[in-house]
């Protein structure tokens, strides 16, 4: 059983694999930290401009779909700004022990994201909401 936690902790046969991986959850968890922050900045910015841009009930369903269109594609150039911005940031323990930041997947921070401004985007859920609902029927 110690192999296989070896062999999980230690793929790339480096000296500290215990230390990198203690630095890799550190390093995951600030950048957890970084894109949920990120994020919430967004999604209240957004929330409040769509708010005064769009209606609240939006009389024809092109003028729904361009608004669910307008917060999605908002949504994706955000999330690439906020990818590019974070992955300026140095980690502080960067090079110690052989440890790379610049190798962590978590750099894209999709997942995080995704889950923070969805939570966050009230308008934008009520706008799915009444274009499945009450415009198509299909719930």
Not at 55 to 62: A, H, L, V
């Given at each position: 059983?110690?192999?296989?936690?070896?062999?999980?902790?230690?793929?790339?046969?480096?000296?500290?694999?215990?230390?990198?991986?203690?630095?890799?959850?550190?390093?995951?968890?600030?950048?957890?930290?970084?894109?949920?922050?990120?994020?919430?900045v967004?999604?209240?910015?957004v929330e409040?401009?769509f708010?005064?841009?769009?209606?609240?009930?939006?009389?024809?369903i092109?003028?729904?779909?361009?608004?669910?269109?307008?917060?999605?594609?908002?949504?994706?150039?955000?999330?690439y700004?906020?990818?590019?911005?974070i992955?300026?940031?140095?980690?502080?323990?960067?090079?110690?022990?052989?440890?790379?930041?610049?190798?962590?997947?978590?750099?894209?921070?999709?997942?995080?994201?995704?889950?923070?401004?969805?939570?966050?985007?009230?308008?934008?859920?009520k706008?799915?909401?009444?274009?499945?609902?009450?415009?198509?029927?299909?719930?």
């Amino acid at each position: 059983m110690s192999n296989k936690i070896n062999t999980f902790l230690n793929k790339d046969n480096k000296p500290f694999p215990y230390i990198r991986f203690l630095m890799r959850m550190l390093d995951i968890s600030i950048l957890g930290i970084y894109f949920m922050f990120f994020s919430i900045v967004y999604a209240v910015i957004v929330e409040n401009a769509f708010i005064k841009i769009f209606s609240n009930y939006p009389d024809t369903i092109p003028y729904l779909i361009f608004e669910i269109c307008m917060y999605s594609s908002a949504t994706m150039i955000m999330a690439y700004l906020i990818r590019k911005f974070i992955s300026i940031i140095p980690f502080p323990l960067d090079g110690y022990f052989g440890y790379k930041h610049s190798r962590v997947s978590e750099l894209k921070g999709g997942v995080i994201f995704a889950f923070s401004v969805f939570l966050l985007l009230t308008n934008f859920k009520k706008k799915v909401h009444i274009l499945i609902s009450d415009k198509l029927n299909l719930i």
